[in-house]
């Protein structure tokens, strides 16, 4: 199999795999409430589990006919980073986490590796088809979201009355994802009038997701793009430091959520923006999280030689929490101390992975690779368990992160 066409196939593999995936998430509501929840068993595990572990299997073939790896910081970073969780698993004799590592970092390293690209054509027709099926089999019993403001029935004690999801009873930062997505990579791959359609569509179900997270990210990525363009179509210093400035400016922002309420500020528009409450009940929510890190950083502390090499499962073990009438426990309200926690020393490696990610993006001047990149970067702090490709969201994201933009002229005016 020649060079060329091995990148082919792959390519074909990831973007099958990806609508695949995408059209699951769609019909047979993964990770979401309603009459049929989905609790990570049964039928729909197998439906997800079987394709990836099917495309890890099919990019091995297809690089075993031409086994030669990119010697770039990504692939370095990720092959090292396999191999010390490889050696964390056994000394735990944790097999949960070697397979949990194991079925993101694999296809993770052949995204790396073939640099799949999805089209602009799919990724629209899996976005308006997603809109279709939410809109047509909306359910007015089981009302944890929908489509229209005020169809919700969920965080009602918060103003959210107005939530909207793209995604039948899936929380609204799955949805924002997607259309923050869309936008990005319509703005610079749509040339054609339909684009403003997409804008509209993807403006509606951000604005109205009521998801803190993905306002920032919008705020944030588009911020990239004027300093961008202010740079004469250019990266400068500032964006080589931009993510860690971003990341900085999350965690500040999270501070200031904590002393709003301390110091009096009363407004109808930042309690249900901001603070997504109406009595300030979300500020045990935001604290909580604080604890969290806390308690990472004991579980750390007491676990000697195993804190080095991480701890294992026993980081899953969820915490009993007095905080937030002790409802709030569990590990991904704050996903790196997670990491850090259940990987010791070699999240070192994966953050070197990212940091080339972003690398390779400023070296080829690919601007829209670059705030893919931030997006994921800021999405993970706020929901780690987006990071595995049984998500769809995730592997859309991955789909755009090599792909040039054609509209020159948007981004050099």
Not at 7 to 25: E, R
Not at 189 to 205: E, H, K, P, V
Request: charged content about 10%.
């Amino acid at each position: 199999m020649k060079l060329k066409s091995s990148f082919d196939v792959a390519n074909t593999l990831f973007s099958l795999y990806a609508i695949l995936l995408t059209m699951l998430w769609m019909l047979l509501n993964y990770g979401g409430k309603g009459s049929d929840p989905y609790t990570g068993s049964g039928i729909r595990w197998f439906l997800i589990t079987i394709p990836l572990l099917g495309l890890i299997f099919l990019n091995f073939l297809i690089l075993s006919f031409r086994p030669v790896i990119a010697k770039d910081g990504v692939s370095i970073s990720l092959i090292l980073y396999t191999f010390g969780m490889t050696i964390s698993s056994i000394y735990h004799n944790d097999l949960k986490l070697f397979s949990e590592v194991a079925r993101w970092i694999l296809p993770l390293f052949f995204v790396a590796h073939f640099k799949p690209k999805i089209s602009i054509e799919v990724v629209n027709f899996l976005y308006l088809t997603a809109i279709i099926l939410c809109i047509f089999t909306y359910n007015p019993s089981e009302t944890d979201y929908g489509y229209l403001p005020g169809q919700t029935t969920v965080n009602l004690h918060q103003g959210l009355w107005w939530r909207v999801s793209l995604w039948k009873y899936l929380t609204p930062p799955y949805s924002a994802a997607f259309s923050v997505l869309v936008f990005v990579a319509n703005y610079f791959l749509n040339q054609s009038r339909s684009r403003y359609l997409i804008y509209a569509l993807c403006l509606y179900f951000i604005v109205l997701s009521g998801n803190r997270t993905s306002y920032l990210v919008f705020t944030l990525v588009f911020a990239a793009l004027f300093l961008y363009q202010r740079n004469q179509g250019s990266f400068g210093k500032l964006l080589s430091v931009y993510p860690f400035l971003s990341v900085a400016f999350i965690y500040i922002l999270q501070l200031l959520s904590d002393l709003i309420p301390l110091i009096g500020i009363q407004s109808e528009l930042i309690n249900s923006f901001l603070l997504r409450n109406e009595g300030g009940e979300d500020v045990g929510n935001l604290s909580s999280r604080i604890l969290i890190m806390l308690e990472h950083y004991r579980i750390m502390q007491e676990a000697s030689l195993g804190g080095f090499l991480g701890v294992g499962s026993e980081v899953y073990a969820s915490p009993q929490w007095t905080s937030n009438d002790g409802s709030l426990g569990g590990t991904t309200d704050s996903y790196l101390t997670h990491l850090i926690v259940r990987d010791g020393i070699f999240f070192v490696f994966l953050v070197l992975g990212f940091v080339s990610f972003f690398y390779q993006s400023i070296k080829s001047n690919n601007i829209m690779g670059y705030m893919l990149l931030l997006a994921l970067l800021l999405y993970t702090i706020g929901y780690g368990a987006w990071l595995n490709f049984t998500s769809p969201v995730f592997v859309l994201f991955l789909g755009f992160l090599y792909q040039k933009p054609k509209l020159q002229k948007s981004i050099s005016a």
